[in-house]
């Protein structure tokens, strides 16, 4: 990837979005337990939706889905070793990275 040219009004807007953004969370979460309760209802939706807890993930080598906390991503992921010493690895292209995952899924594949 190369380096990418901002221009500083391209920057001044990346910031006032960066602002906004924090400002509108304060108003839909003004508390630390009204955050809490997001953290909650969306922990619950997602399960509706057919994640679980990453206790339960294959640990045979097989790849699933996962999602971590502070990532809007989903990325495939193994667990390696025997429970419960082992680790989750999401894979990228050509490489893993360890991972502390929170929901996993079985791949539709």
């Given at each position: 990837m190369g380096v990418i040219h901002l221009t500083p009004e391209e920057i001044q807007d990346v910031f006032d979005s960066q602002e906004k953004?924090?400002?509108q969370r304060a108003v839909a979460m003004p508390t630390e337990q009204d955050a809490i309760d997001a953290m909650l209802q969306a922990y619950q939706r997602l399960k509706e939706l057919g994640w679980n807890?990453?206790?339960?993930?294959?640990?045979?080598?097989?790849?699933?889905?996962v999602i971590e906390p502070?990532?809007?991503?989903?990325h495939s992921c193994t667990y390696d070793g025997e429970w419960p010493k082992g680790s989750w690895?999401?894979?990228?292209?050509?490489?893993?990275?360890?991972?502390r995952?929170?929901?996993?899924k079985l791949k539709k594949d």
């Open positions: 953004e924090i400002s807890d990453t206790v339960y993930c294959p640990k045979d080598g097989t790849v699933f889905d502070g990532s809007s991503g989903v690895w999401v894979h990228d292209e050509h490489d893993m990275y360890p991972s995952p929170v929901l996993f």
